[in-house]
């Protein structure tokens, strides 16, 4: 199972398309699961993400920022 980290904050639509995109793939059977952290909560998520949410990040470390495609989010899950 993939976990991963949504970067986003609160009335961002494209965090909640990242989100939905997200969904897709789990209603689709892609097994993962993820944690959203709001970025306004952190000073330092804030200073790093400002401007670039959302952002999916893996526990290996390696982030995917928008824009990305469904295909992109899928390589970046199965990868």
Not at 41 to 53: H, K, Q
Request: glycine share 8%; proline share 3%.
């Amino acid at each position: 199972m993939r976990r991963l980290i949504l970067y986003g904050t609160s009335a961002c639509h494209l965090c909640d398309l990242a989100e939905e995109m997200l969904l897709q793939l789990r209603d689709s059977g892609v097994n993962l699961e993820y944690d959203k952290l709001d970025i306004a909560d952190s000073d330092a998520l804030f200073e790093r993400y400002g401007t670039v949410i959302p952002v999916l990040a893996r526990g290996d470390g390696r982030e995917l920022g928008w824009p990305f495609s469904a295909v992109e989010l899928q390589e970046f899950i199965s990868s």
